[in-house]
């Protein structure tokens, strides 16, 4: 496989480990720590080598080092209350550190100035906790080596939706992620009428043309179809799938 001058200005910032200089390093790094015995190695080698087969990421960042993550997208929950927050920031942090990218539907976290009964206070709204973790990826930059990635899904029926499509609105705002709506069936049979609904369809919609943000999950069709449904509902994405 014929490796351009722009594929190696890549590997060299993203790739190659410090004793690495060239994409057959790469190949053999991956090969022998994923293959199982030496047929399969070569193999492995063969695929890499000639662009038959390439692993993702943080596959080619991590293998054969101290760091033992190889998969790329991950979706983690977020309750409404601060051990659960915060606990989701540590795990996003291990996540953005491994090369990985994170997703979470923030839903769960109570509206923006509602009551919290603990402190007697105001809540502070979902966005808010999204601003914390979007500060954070801007820290760990995922290992130093390329941008963090984060995916901020928010349901149709959140008192904040509004807020929320508007929010890229400020392009200093949430860089670091993708957004989406979490459309559901009985919200999208709707809009076509007038009332609350429309006027969250008709805003996406001006958004997606303005600038591209925020983007669509059809939550119940992706429920009807998810075929690990023992294992949970499907709340979010990760941010490659927005």
Not at 137 to 147: F, M, P, S, V
Request: hydrophobic share 35%.
């Amino acid at each position: 496989m014929e490796i351009t001058e722009t594929a190696k200005k890549v590997l060299e910032k993203r790739y190659y480990l410090p004793n690495e200089l060239k994409w057959e390093d790469v190949c053999y790094r991956c090969s022998n720590f994923f293959g199982k015995d030496k047929k399969e190695k070569e193999k492995f080698y063969d695929l890499m080598f000639n662009g038959y087969f390439l692993p993702n990421s943080p596959a080619l960042m991590n293998a054969g080092t101290n760091i033992n993550s190889f998969s790329a997208c991950f979706v983690l929950p977020i309750k409404d209350n601060i051990e659960s927050i915060y606990k989701f920031y540590m795990d996003a942090a291990k996540i953005s550190k491994s090369g990985g990218g994170v997703g979470a539907n923030y839903s769960k976290i109570r509206a923006k100035n509602s009551t919290v009964n603990s402190t007697n206070g105001v809540a502070s709204g979902p966005l808010s906790f999204a601003e914390v973790q979007d500060k954070s990826t801007d820290i760990i930059k995922q290992g130093g080596r390329r941008r963090g990635a984060n995916m901020m899904v928010l349901n149709c029926d959140h008192a904040d939706i509004f807020e929320f499509i508007d929010y890229k609105n400020d392009k200093t705002k949430l860089n670091n992620f993708n957004l989406s709506v979490n459309c559901s069936d009985k919200f999208m049979s709707k809009i076509n009428q007038e009332g609350k609904e429309k006027q969250i369809w008709d805003k996406i919609c001006e958004h997606a043309w303005s600038c591209g943000e925020p983007g669509v999950l059809f939550g119940d069709t992706a429920e009807r179809y998810n075929n690990v449904s023992h294992l949970g509902k499907l709340e979010s994405t990760n941010p490659l799938a927005n």
